[in-house]
């Protein structure tokens, strides 16, 4: 990938991710977050396992950490549904991967997404995370769950969360920080690399950058 659409695809979204990691990974929820929808306990439950495994002692040892991480990976990939993501993401493009395309691009998302929220570990200062309030659609399969994360400093950071059924449970297709959409934001940038590459190409890239921020967070 090229420095130009490195920058493209991976630097706007570097304050989102820290924001969603500190959610989804270290952040205390009150103890009110209990109630409420299926979908909203289903998240506050995915919370509160990644908790246990981030206060590990041994989390914070390098020698320890990979059996942890692979724990910590697996509550992630239960809660976040990549290939909805991977769909959302690519939008009309997706019908011209290939089934072996989609697989690919499905995995190499998922590792770049998940190593991103590893490497913003350090400097965790014991954020706060509310739930505020929910709502569904009209048939109850869609749920927009808002939360609010407060800063050391004092300022107040929306984080919204899309759920969706499947498979008999309750999984994220989309965030939304500040407003602004995580799949709305990639698939800006993964349609300009589709305008004149091919799904080959996108997935290419999308890999190595993923093997970059992977090893850049393995060297912490």
Known sequence: ?????????????????????????????????????????????????????IKNPDYVNPATREPLRMQIEDEVYHIFDFGEFSARTVGQGWKTFTSSQKQQFVDAFAELLFSTYLSQIDGYNGEEVFFTSERSNESGTRFDIATELTMQDGRVIPINYRLMPKNGSWVVYDVFVEGVSLVRNYRTQFQQILSSSSPDELIKQVKKKAREVRGNASAK
Do not use: K
Request: with cysteine; net charge positive.
């Open 1 to 53: 990938m090229s420095e130009c659409a490195s920058q493209r695809t991976i630097g706007p979204l570097r304050f989102f991710l820290a924001c969603l990691m500190a959610v989804l990974l270290f952040c205390p929820v009150r103890a009110d977050a209990a109630s409420g929808s299926e979908a909203r306990q289903t998240l506050q439950l995915s919370v509160s396992r990644i908790l246990s495994l």
